[in-house]
């Protein structure tokens, strides 16, 4: 079991970034698979982005790609998602999750959330 808090959530205006963090304490962190997921008002989870660590381990939605970058420091047991370029639409709640499943981008192969944090764009 791994607890996760993120932090870094907020209002920003379109074209605008923010960089969110989840910081990870239990099991050893450089083993899951970490994961960005969001949920809009009305809307099912997503998958945002995942990575696995090492060379060319991550992995983005489409609808992110370009505009995001997910990374993870295990010295620091922490994962960021930089967002830059924000659009209205990436308005959500946003959720960090760890899976031990090597590689996992459906949320249902997610066992450890975060309680998430919001983001905002402002048109």
């Known amino acids: 079991q791994v607890q996760l808090v993120e932090t870094g959530g907020g209002l920003v205006q379109a074209g605008g970034s923010l960089r969110l963090s989840c910081a990870a304490s239990g099991r050893t962190f450089s083993s899951f698979t970490m994961g960005w997921f969001r949920q809009g008002s009305g809307k099912e989870r997503e998958f945002v982005a995942r990575?696995?660590?090492?060379?060319?381990?991550?992995y983005y939605a489409d609808s992110v790609k370009g505009r995001f970058t997910i990374s993870r420091d295990n010295a620091k047991n922490t994962v960021y998602l930089q967002m830059n370029s924000l659009k209205p639409e990436d308005s959500a709640v946003y959720y960090c999750?760890?899976?031990?499943?090597?590689?996992?981008?459906?949320?249902?192969?997610?066992?450890?959330w975060g309680q998430g944090t919001q983001v905002t764009v402002s048109s």
């Open positions: 990575d696995i660590g090492g060379v060319s381990g991550t």
């Open positions: 999750a760890a899976s031990t499943i090597w590689g996992a981008s459906a949320p249902r192969y997610y066992n450890n």
